[in-house]
T-cell receptor, first 115, second 113 residues
Framework: DQQVKQNSPSLSVQEGRISILNCDYT??????FLWYKKYPAEGPTFLIS?????DKNEDGRFTVFLNKSAKHLSLHIVPSQPGDSAVYFC??????????????FGEGTQLTVNP | AAGVIQSPRHLIKEKRETATLKCYPI?????VYWYQQGPGQDPQFLIS???????DKGSIPDRFSAQQFSDYHSELNMSSLELGDSALYFC????????????FGEGSRLTVL
């Protein structure tokens, strides 16, 4: 049962253009969403997050949009750079008052930014 | 800045052998998570510890066990290894009272022959 789904295994864009990575979730208990970036032979690196009380969060070239009614979030990268080429994982958690909240990951999307 | 340290980075074992992976969280982080990522798959949550107590359990096989020690480092013990255990094992940590963003180590790659 895949609670977090990234339906596009790969995405290729031209340098300078916008990259849009999509993610859908099914668990309505999820209230915190994150995007991680992963290079080969490295661990996932946190990129940006959004709480369910917001619908948008922006950090430099990265913006995450959340549509709770559709259980959908997306990551926009503008402008895309060749160094952005990596696997991007969407993740979600149902935060609790105590520590120990697991993250549930999507399958990942391989982004390739062509010079 | 100090990151999550995992050792060993690479490990090769035979079927039915045992393996132990170690994780040293970022200083002052009190929660540790273990994830398993098979080839071409998303990271799957195995188990987590908060203040040396198991706080959450995911799809961890009964052949695996883990613990967190008084210095907050954690060890994942895997016995009766199977070919399907070959994967990248990631450890992550979070600071006190901050459930959400996980800081990941570089992973330990286990190959079972």
């Amino acid at each position: 049962d895949q609670q977090v789904k990234q339906n596009s295994p790969s995405l290729s864009v031209q340098e300078g253009r916008i990259s849009i990575l999509n993610c859908d979730y099914t668990n309505s208990m999820f209230d915190y969403f994150l995007w991680y970036k992963k290079y080969p032979a490295e661990g996932p690196t946190f990129l940006i997050s959004i709480s369910s009380i917001k619908d948008k969060n922006e950090d430099g070239r990265f913006t995450v949009f959340l549509n709770k009614s559709a259980k959908h979030l997306s990551l926009h990268i503008v402008p895309s750079q060749p160094g952005d080429s990596a696997v991007y994982f969407c993740a979600a958690s149902a935060r609790r008052e105590t520590s120990g909240s697991r993250l549930t990951f999507g399958e990942g999307t391989q982004l390739t930014v062509n010079p | 800045a100090a990151g999550v340290i995992q050792s060993p980075r690479h490990l090769i074992k035979e079927k039915r052998e045992t393996a132990t992976l170690k994780c040293y969280p970022i200083p002052r982080h009190d929660t540790v998570y273990w994830y398993q990522q098979g080839p071409g798959q998303d990271p799957q949550f195995l188990i987590s510890f908060y203040e040396k107590m198991q706080s959450d359990k995911g799809s961890i096989p009964d052949r695996f066990s883990a613990q967190q020690f008084s210095d907050y480092h954690s060890e994942l013990n895997m016995s009766s290894l199977e070919l399907g255990d070959s994967a990248l094992y990631f450890c992550a940590s979070t600071p006190p009272a901050f459930p959400g963003e996980l800081f990941f180590g570089e992973g330990s790659r286990l190959t079972v022959l």
